[in-house]
């Protein structure tokens, strides 16, 4: 496996700010629902950093996305209602520009003070942002004098936010990630054992790899979620109408293969909650073992595999979970998700080290009010488990070259 090489980066208690332009990359993509924030925890995360620059008498000027819209304005992905939400937590104005680039966000950023916020627009109404545009890049840059990369949720995506805007400006890491990367790399190096990950969600296909290498550091592997099916069905275990990635099957066999040949366990749930049709009021049905009748659907695990994933979550030293359990959108599907977020909280409580990352996984926490009981919520998904699979990610690497 290709280890990442170690970065040397630059932080933020090492930069001069004061009366500075701070362009600061942070990670808005709260969960939104009908135009209201579900859950702030990844605006509550940045102010760390915020005040440190308000307090150090910077301008800010802080760019994020929100969401995919495609590389054009959608009114549904506007950061406006995350601009009033900074000023809340913030207690101070936080100042809000319809666009991320161009006059109205030249105008916004030079009428900016020492110690004013402004947030920009979501860079992704322009699809010049995911392709990391160079000229798109240099127009944010124009923006600050400085770079501050606090999105630590973005950092596995090479963006002209995350990657190209770091070739005009001097940058370093801000708090978050700071405390993200001591974090993970801290358990990543040397964790305690048994190392157990939990791994759910419906994205078999994005979560294959990581699950791959995995392998090469943990003691347990549960798998859970719909892309659990993708896995049975590996094993010819009949799923009925769940989910399944049929492209991906032979690849989750070798992932089942690779587990038994290093001798991880790698542990599927033993039942499920089926229904004919998915929503809320769905008459429920708990199969009786690991298969699923033809007409029916998988959508939680069920509860001899609750108590089997408990089992394992109370053995371990180290847990890592990523992914829900079943579609914990929906109350009566969500009691795996909850389960597992409560046997971890318990098994921090035991001294275990519990790290939690993904924004679904962090919705169940919020959900069941448990994310302070855990060692670590990570905001970023996709970056700590890219991070845990031994990769660089892009937009540390551009920060460090
Ligand atoms: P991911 O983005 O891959 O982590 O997937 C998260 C989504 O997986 C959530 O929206 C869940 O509703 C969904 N999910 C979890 N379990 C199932 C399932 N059994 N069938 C379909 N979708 C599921």
Same mark, same amino acid.
């Given at each position: 496996m290709?280890?990442?090489?170690?970065?040397?980066?630059?932080?933020?208690?090492?930069?001069v700010?004061?009366?500075?332009?701070?362009?600061v990359?942070?990670?808005y993509n709260?969960?939104? #629902?009908?135009?209201?924030?579900?859950?702030n925890?990844?605006?509550?995360?940045?102010?760390?950093?915020? &005040?440190?620059?308000?307090?150090?008498?910077?301008?800010?000027?802080?760019?994020?996305?929100l969401?995919?819209?495609?590389?054009?304005?959608?009114?549904?992905?506007?950061? #406006?209602?995350?601009? %009033?939400?900074l000023a809340?937590?913030?207690?101070?104005?936080?100042?809000?520009?319809?666009?991320?680039?161009?006059?109205?966000?030249d105008?916004?950023?030079?009428?900016?003070?020492?110690?004013?916020?402004?947030?920009?627009?979501?860079?992704?109404?322009?699809?010049?942002?995911?392709?990391?545009?160079?000229a798109f890049?240099?127009?944010?840059?124009?923006?600050?004098? /400085?770079f501050?990369?606090d999105?630590?949720?973005?950092?596995?995506?090479a963006?002209?936010s995350?990657?190209?805007v770091?070739?005009?400006?001097?940058? +370093?890491?801000?708090?978050l990630?700071q405390?993200?990367?001591?974090?993970?790399?801290?358990?990543?190096?040397n964790?305690?054992?048994?190392?157990?990950?939990i791994?759910?969600? =419906?994205?078999v296909?994005? #979560?294959?790899?990581?699950?791959? #290498?995995?392998?090469?550091?943990?003691?347990?592997?549960?798998i859970g979620?719909?892309?659990?099916? $993708?896995?049975?069905?590996? &094993?010819g275990?009949?799923?009925? *109408?769940?989910?399944?990635e049929?492209?991906q099957?032979?690849?989750?066999?070798?992932?089942?293969?690779?587990?038994?040949?290093?001798?991880?366990e790698?542990l599927?749930?033993?039942?499920?909650?089926?229904?004919? %049709?998915? *929503?809320?009021? +769905?008459?429920?049905?708990?199969?009786?073992?690991?298969?699923?009748?033809?007409?029916?659907?998988g959508?939680?695990?069920g509860?001899? =595999?609750?108590?089997?994933?408990? %089992? &394992?979550?109370?053995?371990a030293? $180290?847990?890592f979970?990523?992914?829900?359990?079943?579609?914990?959108?929906?109350?009566?599907f969500?009691?795996?998700?909850?389960?597992? =977020?409560?046997a971890? !909280?318990?098994? +921090?409580?035991?001294?275990? $080290?519990?790290?939690?990352?993904g924004?679904?996984?962090?919705?169940?926490? =919020?959900?069941?009010g /448990?994310?302070s009981?855990m060692?670590?919520?990570?905001?970023?998904?996709? !970056?700590?488990?890219?991070?845990?699979?031994?990769?660089?990610?892009?937009?540390?690497?551009?920060l460090?070259?």
């Amino acid at each position: 496996m290709t280890e990442k090489p170690a970065l040397k980066l630059k932080r933020l208690q090492d930069m001069v700010v004061k009366g500075k332009r701070v362009l600061v990359r942070v990670d808005y993509n709260v969960p939104m #629902k009908g135009g209201k924030i579900e859950d702030n925890a990844r605006i509550r995360e940045t102010l760390k950093t915020l &005040q440190a620059l308000i307090d150090g008498g910077a301008k800010v000027v802080l760019i994020a996305h929100l969401g995919r819209p495609k590389g054009k304005p959608e009114p549904k992905f506007t950061l #406006k209602p995350v601009a %009033e939400e900074l000023a809340k937590l913030l207690k101070r104005p936080v100042a809000f520009a319809a666009h991320c680039v161009g006059p109205e966000a030249d105008k916004a950023v030079a009428a900016l003070k020492p110690g004013g916020v402004l947030l920009l627009e979501n860079l992704r109404f322009h699809a010049e942002e995911e392709a990391n545009d160079p000229a798109f890049a240099k127009a944010l840059a124009k923006h600050g004098d /400085l770079f501050i990369q606090d999105a630590f949720g973005a950092l596995h995506r090479a963006h002209a936010s995350t990657a190209g805007v770091t070739k005009f400006l001097p940058g +370093a890491i801000g708090f978050l990630v700071q405390r993200e990367l001591e974090f993970l790399d801290r358990v990543i190096g040397n964790p305690q054992r048994p190392f157990l990950a939990i791994i759910g969600g =419906a994205k078999v296909s994005d #979560k294959l790899g990581v699950l791959d #290498k995995l392998l090469d550091r943990v003691d347990a592997l549960l798998i859970g979620g719909g892309m659990a099916y $993708t896995f049975l069905a590996a &094993q010819g275990i009949n799923i009925g *109408k769940s989910l399944l990635e049929k492209d991906q099957i032979e690849a989750a066999k070798r992932v089942i293969e690779k587990a038994y040949s290093k001798k991880v366990e790698c542990l599927l749930p033993a039942d499920h909650l089926a229904v004919r %049709e998915i *929503k809320p009021d +769905a008459a429920v049905t708990v199969t009786q073992a690991m298969s699923i009748p033809p007409d029916l659907i998988g959508v939680d695990i069920g509860p001899h =595999a609750i108590e089997f994933f408990q %089992e &394992q979550i109370g053995k371990a030293k $180290t847990i890592f979970w990523n992914g829900p359990m079943g579609i914990f959108e929906i109350e009566a599907f969500a009691k795996g998700s909850v389960a597992v =977020a409560e046997a971890m !909280a318990e098994a +921090a409580k035991n001294g275990a $080290t519990t790290i939690v990352g993904g924004g679904d996984s962090l919705s169940v926490l =919020a959900k069941t009010g /448990l994310a302070s009981k855990m060692s670590h919520c990570s905001t970023g998904g996709g !970056a700590s488990l890219e991070l845990l699979e031994g990769k660089a990610l892009p937009g540390l690497v551009a920060l460090a070259s």
